[in-house]
């Protein structure tokens, strides 16, 4: 993927949290991967799909952020 496409996923991301009530800068997938490890329901779900497109999306999320 370009790194305009990457960039334009990652804002696009950023700003569904931030209208779901999110913190910034988080993304919408890192909020979901540090719910699903809490044990939310929602949390669970949300990295389920996302990891049906993308392989451990949610877990590289967490890596990435928590570094």
């Known amino acids: 993927m370009s ?19 999110g913190e910034a800068p988080e993304t919408l997938s890192y909020r979901a991967a540090k719910a699903r490890r809490s044990g939310k329901r929602w949390g669970c779900l949300l990295c389920r799909l996302l990891d049906a497109f993308d ?13």
């Open 3 to 21: 790194s305009y496409l990457a960039n334009l996923r990652t804002a696009l991301s950023t700003l569904l949290n931030a209208l779901l009530g």
């Open 55 to 67: 392989r451990d999306h949610c877990d590289r999320t967490i890596r990435w952020w928590e570094k």
